[in-house]
């Protein structure tokens, strides 16, 4: 079974460019997330998705920060424009929900740099 | 509301020592929790979890005790080695919302 996918794994860009990142879940995870991981940190959730539901998206930073999951597997996160303190990983997550349990598996993180 | 605390690294031990890492978490109603490691360069990937009071969760020789009394669920390894230096982060789920430590480091030396 695939794990999770994220593209791309890193990425360095100049301030107030925009920046996107994409993830694909494992095959059947209704719940997806989005977290930011700063160094020596522990995740921080930006979004959460149950299908293509945005169902707390409290902590994204909303005037900068975008992201869709339009049919419910998917997803891309967006910065525009994006700031010097946006540098960090962007881990995605999913999980199978319900019945079957809501621990995360991972995705191995996009690490944007920006300069 | 919910937390996790975990205790500070970084950690450094000889191998084939001992390891306990610490967490104590805040919760309303009843988490299940987890362990989580880090390997450089790398996404999370579970290590082991619990989902009831006095559940003992194990994998690759780490274990955990969900501990309801103390509110706690220490990583303990017998006997660590090199391929264990890494982030270890203690977690609890309340349904599909997670919170996690601030990772603990480990690092094993020959």
């Known amino acids: 079974e695939a794990g999770v996918v994220q593209s791309p794994r890193y990425k360095i860009i100049e301030k107030k460019q925009p920046v996107a990142f994409w993830c694909n879940p494992i095959?059947?995870?209704?719940?997806l997330y989005w977290y930011l991981q700063n160094l020596g940190q522990g995740p921080e959730l930006l979004i959460r998705?149950?299908?293509?539901?945005?169902?707390?998206d409290s902590q994204l930073p909303k005037d900068r920060f975008s992201a869709e999951r339009l049919k419910g597997v998917d997803s891309t996160l967006k910065i525009q424009p994006a700031e010097l303190g946006d540098s960090a990983v962007y881990l995605c997550a999913s999980s199978p929900g319900g019945t079957s349990g809501y621990e995360q598996y991972f995705g191995p993180g996009t690490r944007l740099t920006v300069t | 509301g919910n937390s996790v605390t975990q205790m500070e690294g970084p950690v450094t031990l000889s191998e084939e020592a001992f390891l306990t890492i610490n967490c104590t978490y805040t919760?309303?109603?009843?988490?299940?929790l987890f362990w989580y490691v880090q390997y450089p360069g790398e996404g999370l990937q579970l290590l082991l979890k619990a989902t009831k009071a006095d559940d003992k969760g194990s994998n690759k020789g780490f274990e955990a005790t969900y501990r309801k009394e103390t509110t706690s669920f220490h990583l303990e390894k017998g006997s660590v080695q090199v391929s264990d230096s890494a982030v270890y982060f203690c977690?609890?789920?309340?349904?599909?919302?997670?919170?996690f430590g601030t990772g603990t480091s480990l690092t094993v030396i020959p």
């Open positions: 998705y149950e299908n293509e539901e945005a169902v707390d």
């Open positions: 919760a309303t109603g009843y988490p299940s």
């Open positions: 977690a609890l789920s309340t349904g599909n919302q997670f919170y």
């Open positions: 095959s059947g995870h209704n719940t």
